[in-house]
């Protein structure tokens, strides 16, 4: 059978037309979602989140940024829901710092995790000063007694060996993911499934817009936690940092194991457990970061790219609650 040219032309401009096409889908869908496989317990999930044009919501390398308006939180909770999860959150309320302990607390119960199951685990010198807060059902809370201390800074270097002890004692056997938050803070909005991955770190709300020669990390060869100034990706809170039990357990030792090291050195990083958990997250990429939505500062205006302030540290005056200046 033989084929005129007009004809032969048709098919090949049709054929040209119908991959032009399929280009087309294939640039919409990446321009606008990506596509992010998650490991969990139960095995690999894979997501279709939402992009947005206003904000970098992926890594480079290809771990999903959570923003409003980057994910569907129906379908995010109807799947973690089915697999019956136990989420631990721990939080530090030693000396003064009891106090923000009901805030915390009661608005945790009305944002965060709503319908999960959750292990509250607070550490404080104070147990007689814990509030008692309605829980919903499936949530518990659990008081750990710890030293306090003169100097702040001691207790915030001596955070990850505490976590790291309370995992190896408690919390691997009762929880399957953790959140380690700090206590003077609080919820105001939806804090759910969607921050769940195997090592999740948040963006500091200071330092999202700025470039990395802008990030206080530890720049002090003598450090363990030293960050030279040609390296780093973001810039990480320390009030915000979770994932797996076991890969928190992890985090937790190496930082902790750092933090020992400087001590025995007599070197104090820039910003205690902060340095060394932004040392450790550099080469230890996060599986899933969270936007500054998820660690706001309540002394800064919002910013136009920031659509809901989910978690934010409350004002207060550091003079009259920590130990020593």
Not at 281 to 306: A, C, G, H, I, M
Request: charged share 20%; with cysteine; proline share 4%.
């Amino acid at each position: 059978m033989h084929f005129s040219s007009n004809v032969k032309q048709f098919v090949l401009l049709l054929i040209v037309g119908i991959f032009l096409l399929l280009g087309y889908v294939f640039f919409y869908i990446l321009c606008n979602y990506y596509i992010i496989i998650s490991t969990t317990q139960s095995g690999l999930i894979l997501f279709c989140f939402f992009s947005r044009t206003d904000v970098v919501a992926v890594t480079p390398w290809l771990a999903p940024i959570v923003w409003e308006g980057t994910f569907d939180p129906d379908l995010v909770d109807i799947i973690y829901k089915s697999m019956n999860l136990t989420i631990a959150t721990t939080v530090f309320a030693v000396g003064k710092y009891v106090r923000f302990l009901q805030d915390f607390l009661e608005t945790a119960e009305k944002h965060f995790m709503v319908d999960f199951n959750v292990r509250y685990y607070v550490f404080t010198d104070r147990p007689d000063d814990v509030p008692s807060v309605n829980l919903s059902q499936g949530r518990h809370l659990s008081v750990i007694q710890v030293p306090g201390s003169n100097r702040w800074q001691e207790i915030s270097a001596r955070r990850m060996e505490i976590i790291q002890t309370a995992i190896e004692r408690q919390i691997s056997r009762e929880a399957d993911y953790i959140f380690c938050l700090d206590v003077d803070s609080k919820f105001h909005a939806r804090w759910g499934a969607e921050s769940l991955g195997r090592l999740v770190a948040v963006i500091h709300p200071w330092f999202y817009q700025q470039t990395r020669d802008h990030f206080t990390y530890e720049r002090r060869p003598a450090s363990t936690a030293y960050i030279p100034m040609d390296e780093g990706d973001y810039y990480y809170a320390g009030a915000v940092f979770g994932g797996s039990v076991e890969d928190v357990y992890t985090l937790t030792k190496v930082c902790r194991n750092q933090l020992e090291e400087d001590a025995r050195n007599s070197i104090e990083a820039a910003w205690q457990e902060e340095s060394h958990l932004n040392r450790y997250l550099l080469y230890n990429k996060p599986s899933k970061l969270l936007s500054p939505e998820y660690q706001w500062d309540d002394k800064k205006t919002k910013t136009k790219e920031v659509k809901v302030i989910r978690f934010s540290s409350v004002i207060k005056n550091y003079a009259e609650i920590r130990p020593n200046v």
